[in-house]
T-cell receptor, first 112, second 118 residues
C-alpha cells in the first residue's frame, strides 16, 4: 500500500507556477520525501528531495511543513516539456535495501 | 551522476518463449536492485527486490518461477520472463539506490524495457 496520496491529474498553462501537493500522514521520523518525474516510456527521474522546511534546486522547490504530513512540489514557470507524471515517495534516505512503493502519481498536462 | 542502464530497450517475442532483461549500475555498486512493472497509464508496481548473491524477494502476487531474477554481481541484475504470454506485455523498469557509496540515497532508475509478447 502506497504511503502517499496525490491528485490524479492537474492542468496548467505555459509560464504558470504549478504546485502539486502530496499527503503522507504516516511519515516516519527517518523518512525523506522525494519527488520523481516520469515521461512516457521512460524510467522515473529524480527531481528533488527534502526532509523539512524548504529545498530548492535548479528545477523545482519542495515545501515541507513542520508536521511533515504533507509536501508541495513547486514548478516555476512550467513549459510544455514539463507535461509528465510526478510521483511523491517517502522512505529512509540511506537504506539501500528499502523498497519504494509508488502511489498513483499526478499527471500534469501543460497547455500552450 | 549515477547511471542505471537497461537492455534491451524494447523486445518483441512470441508467446511461450523466454526473454531476459539486463539492468546494470554503470558507475556504482548496487547490492540491491528493484524491479518494477508498469502497464499503460498506471503507476509503477514493485515486482521484486534483487539481492546480490542471494535469492530475490518477490512481492505478493508475483510468480517467482515466472519472473526469474538473478543478481550475480554488484553491478548486474537480470530479469527473465519465462514462457511469456501476451498478458506479460508491459514496461519493465529496474532501479538501484546509490546508498552510502555516493552519499545521496537517491534511487536511480533505468530507461525501462518494453516487452511485447505476440
Amino acid at each position: 500500500l502506497a504511503k502517499t496520496t496525490q491528485p490524479i491529474s492537474m492542468d496548467s498553462y505555459e509560464g504558470q507556477e504549478v504546485n502539486i501537493t502530496c499527503s503522507h500522514n504516516n511519515i516516519a521520523t527517518n523518512d525523506y520525501i522525494t519527488w520523481y518525474q516520469q515521461f512516457p516510456s521512460q524510467g522515473p527521474r529524480f527531481i528533488i528531495q527534502g526532509y523539512k522546511t524548504k529545498v530548492t534546486n535548479e528545477v523545482a522547490s519542495l515545501f515541507i511543513p513542520a508536521d511533515r504530513k504533507s509536501s508541495t512540489l513547486s514548478l516555476p514557470r512550467v513549459s510544455l516539456s514539463d507535461t509528465a507524471v510526478y510521483y511523491c515517495l517517502v522512505g529512509p534516505k540511506m537504506d539501500s535495501s528499502y523498497k519504494l512503493i509508488f502511489g498513483s502519481g499526478t499527471r500534469l498536462l501543460v497547455r500552450p | 551522476g549515477a547511471v542505471v542502464s537497461q537492455h534491451p530497450s524494447w523486445v518483441i517475442c512470441k508467446s511461450g518463449t523466454s526473454v531476459k532483461i539486463e539492468c546494470r549500475s554503470l558507475d556504482f555498486q548496487a547490492t540491491t536492485m528493484f524491479w518494477y512493472r508498469q502497464f499503460p497509464k498506471q503507476s509503477l508496481m514493485l515486482m521484486a527486490t534483487s539481492n546480490e548473491g542471494s535469492k530475490a524477494t518477490y512481492e505478493q502476487g508475483v510468480e517467482k518461477d515466472k519472473f526469474l531474477i538473478n543478481h550475480a554481481s554488484l553491478t548486474l541484475s537480470t530479469l527473465t520472463v519465462t514462457s511469456a504470454h501476451p498478458e506479460d506485455s508491459s514496461f519493465y523498469i529496474c532501479s538501484a539506490r546509490a546508498g552510502t557509496a555516493l552519499n545521496t540515497g537517491e534511487l536511480f532508475f533505468g530507461e525501462g524495457s518494453r516487452l511485447t509478447v505476440l
